[in-house]
T-cell receptor
Framework: EPEVTQTPSHQVTQMGQEVILRCVPI?????FYWYRQILGQKVEFLVS????????KSEIFDDQFSVERPDGSNFTLKIRSTKLEDSAMYFC?????????????FGQGTRLTVV | AQSVTQPDIHITVSEGASLELRCNYS??????LFWYVQSPGQGLQLLLK??????LVQGIKGFEAEFKRSQSSFNLRKPSVHWSDAAEYFC???????????FGTGTRLTVIP
């Protein structure tokens, strides 16, 4: 069964460092998403991406965040200068479409710890 | 404003017992509703979804959920819980199936022998 894969599963980084979280969406999917879950809090939408552009983003997704599809298979989330409050589980997701009836498939998550 | 409330942070049930996980939502438009499950070390797996039509929806692993518009609820049920059902369960709402979903805080299910 096709699945969304994320690497690494756990990343520890020092405050102020740049970090890149990687995702391989399901191969025939066209829409890509990042969500995050701070420990003990809700899963929150960060950004959606289609046709090499951001299609929607939340208030959380500020200038320190960026997304990219560097090749035909990867989808990355970059955090430019990490802060302690960026520590969270980051989930990548993908879908075939984005309209009525569409289902998002999520990866297993990358746990980011900023120290 | 959109929101999802899962009032139960942690539920413990005996194997073989029935289960109901509660979910209440606040949403301005016609909601699309989902239940996801996350087992340790795994991603979020879709259990079931409601878009329209029959308000009782069947999902994978023997789960079902009932949409009650009058109560703004979408509770998840299973008649007989298995030890493998121990996991974290998330209710979510959105305008489409995948983009900008609003999640609840989750309910952790523990299953005891």
């Amino acid at each position: 069964e096709p699945e969304v894969t994320q690497t690494p599963s756990h990343q520890v980084t020092q405050m102020g460092q740049e970090v890149i979280l990687r995702c391989v969406p399901i191969s025939n999917h066209l829409y890509f998403y990042w969500y995050r879950q701070i420990l003990g809090q809700k899963v929150e939408f960060l950004v959606s991406f289609y046709n090499n552009e951001i299609s929607e983003k939340s208030e959380i997704f500020d200038d320190q965040f960026s997304v990219e599809r560097p090749d035909g298979s990867n989808f990355t989330l970059k955090i430019r200068s990490t802060k302690l409050e960026d520590s969270a589980m980051y989930f990548c997701a993908s879908s075939e479409a984005t309209g009525r009836g569409t289902e998002a498939f999520f990866g297993q998550g990358t746990r980011l710890t900023v120290v | 404003a959109q929101s999802v409330t899962q009032p139960d942070i942690h539920i413990t049930v005996s194997e073989g017992a029935s289960l109901e996980l509660r979910c209440n939502y606040s949403y301005g438009a016609t909601p699309y509703l989902f239940w996801y499950v996350q087992s340790p070390g795994q991603g979020l797996q879709l259990l079931l979804k409601y878009f329209s039509g029959d308000t009782l929806v069947q999902g994978i692993k023997g789960f079902e959920a009932e949409f009650k518009r009058s109560q703004s609820s979408f509770n998840l049920r299973k008649p007989s819980v298995h030890w493998s059902d121990a996991a974290e369960y998330f209710c979510a709402v959105g305008t489409t199936g995948a983009n900008n979903l609003f999640f609840g805080t989750g309910t952790r299910l523990t299953v005891i022998p």
